[in-house]
Structure formats: C-alpha cells, structure tokens
T-cell receptor, first 112, second 116 residues
C-alpha cells in the first residue's frame, strides 16, 4: 500500500540555519503531497501542498517540490527561526480517496 | 470562525472502562474524519463520517471501537473496554461538503487518551 517515509528526528538547528527535512513516498498513480506542522499543544495545520509533478508548494518561507522521478517531497527553509520549532509531517492522498497517509513526523528544535 | 473542537483534551481511563471522545467540526462542515497517533508514529486514518452515515471505516479496529456523527451534536469516537494499547492521541478533522478534497481537512487539537 501507499506509504510515506521521512527523516527521523529530532532535528536541532541554530537560528538562521538552513533546514532540510527529507520525505519520500510510495504510491500508485499520482497522489497529492503535503506538509503539515504541529505546534506544541495544537492540532495539525496544513503548511503547504503540491498536487502534480514539478509543482512547488510554499508558505511562510518553507518550500517543497514534487519530484516524481525520485518520489520525493523534501521540505526546505533558508533561515529558520525559534518559532519554527514544531513537529513536521509529510503526507499524501489521492483525489479519489478520503484518507490522508502520514509519515511518522520529524520534531524540529531551533536554538536561539 | 471557531476551528475544530475536541474534548476532552486529556482523558485517563483504567483498563476495562469506556472512553468517549467528542469532536465538533468547523461551522458549515459536514464531513468528519478520525485519526489515531500512537507514540512515535504518524497519524493513521480510522474512519470517515458524514451526518448520520459512516462512509469509510477501513481503519477502525474490528472490535471495541465505534464512531457516530448524529444529525445534531458532535461526532463521538467510542472505545469500549479500553486496554493499554489504546493509549494514543486521537485527532479529528473536518471538511466542507462542497468540492471536498482531502487537503481541505482541518484538524482539531486532539484528545490524549491514557489507559492505566
């Protein structure tokens, strides 16, 4: 079945460092890809999405490009802030389906 | 516009008791989804409901778990005779009825169930 694999955390960076969180997927067809963020004590929020190959999703300085050839959707940010500390989930879904399939999440700590 | 609301936020139950988790979708949303997050795991889909209908329960354990979304009131996820393995965070999401796509699911803050 479909699955999402993302790098294990925790990831600890200093403020203003460059961030990459790797995500690869296994799926039939052409799923949509997402990154969700979960801040402490809160629910998941959609951070960005891409619905077809070569699309780039972006939001709040974060970016991810849908790479069909490598089945990847890596999350990047050029300069992280302390407020970016959270758990990040990579996910996929099919237009014909109701469920979202999540990776295990990557906890990110940003040090001031 | 209030977001998806879940209560309680934390629930402690002894083995063998029943757990009831409630989810109020966003205003105007008529589709509700339940997900479970076990420790160190990602969220796993459990069930998808519309008002008074279960649409997809392919992720629900076969025994002890049930879900409903009545015409009036919140959606309820019910776990009977809880066991320690049920300890997890349970998230509810909702989506609007028109042009429903999975990326339009809005998540609540979750209920953390601890079974002692």
């Amino acid at each position: 079945g479909d699955s999402v694999t993302q790098m294990e955390g925790p990831v600890t960076l200093s403020e203003e460092a460059f961030l990459t969180i790797n995500c690869t997927y296994t799926a039939t067809g052409y799923p949509s890809l997402f990154w969700y963020v979960q801040y402490p004590g809160e629910g998941l929020q959609l951070l960005l999405k891409a619905t077809k190959a070569d699309d780039k999703g972006s939001n709040k300085g974060f970016e991810a490009t849908y790479r069909k050839e490598t089945t990847s959707f890596h999350l990047e940010k050029g300069s992280v802030q302390v407020s970016d500390s959270a758990v990040y989930f990579c996910a996929l879904s099919h237009a014909s389906d109701d469920k979202i399939i999540f990776g295990k999440g990557t906890r990110l700590h940003i040090l001031p | 516009n209030a977001g998806v609301m879940q209560n309680p936020r934390h629930l402690v139950r002894r083995r063998g008791q029943e757990a009831r988790l409630r989810c109020s979708p966003m205003k105007g949303h008529s589709h509700v989804y339940w997900y479970r997050q076990l420790p160190e795991e990602g969220l796993k889909f459990m069930v998808y409901l519309q008002k008074e209908n279960i649409i997809d329960e392919s992720g629900m354990p076969k025994e002890r778990f049930s879900a409903e979304f009545p015409k009036e009131g919140p959606s309820i996820l019910r776990i009977q005779q809880v066991v320690r393995g049920d300890s997890a965070a349970y998230f509810c999401a909702s989506s609007p009825p028109v042009n429903r796509r999975s990326y339009e699911q809005y998540f609540g803050p979750g209920t953390r169930l601890t079974v002692t």
